[in-house]
């Protein structure tokens, strides 16, 4: 699954998430483990939550503040 031109917006919950870089999972957000069968030389970002809510995570591949989406792919 390539990247898209908009965030995943998500209610997330507490805890440690690894959101998917590459653009290659097939559970975005988050990682799937396609990055090292697909050979993308890319890892996942880990986060940890402090406390739930509301999330919206880059799938464009391009944001500066990673896992956030800081708007870049509108650019
Ligand atoms: S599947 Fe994309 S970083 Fe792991």
């Given at each position: 699954m390539?990247?898209?031109n908009s965030p995943h917006y998500i209610d997330e919950t507490p805890g440690t998430k690894?959101?998917?870089t590459c653009g290659e999972s097939g559970n975005k957000p988050y990682c799937?483990?396609?990055h090292e069968t697909k050979k993308?030389?890319?890892?996942?970002?880990?986060?940890n939550v402090d406390a739930a809510r509301r999330m919206a995570i880059c799938d464009c591949?391009?944001?500066?503040n990673s896992p956030f989406c800081d708007g870049t792919h509108s650019k």
């Amino acid at each position: 699954m390539p990247y898209q031109n908009s965030p995943h917006y998500i209610d997330e919950t507490p805890g440690t998430k690894y959101y998917c870089t590459c653009g290659e999972s097939g559970n975005k957000p988050y990682c799937d483990g396609s990055h090292e069968t697909k050979k993308t030389g890319k890892q996942p970002m880990q986060y940890n939550v402090d406390a739930a809510r509301r999330m919206a995570i880059c799938d464009c591949g391009k944001t500066g503040n990673s896992p956030f989406c800081d708007g870049t792919h509108s650019k």
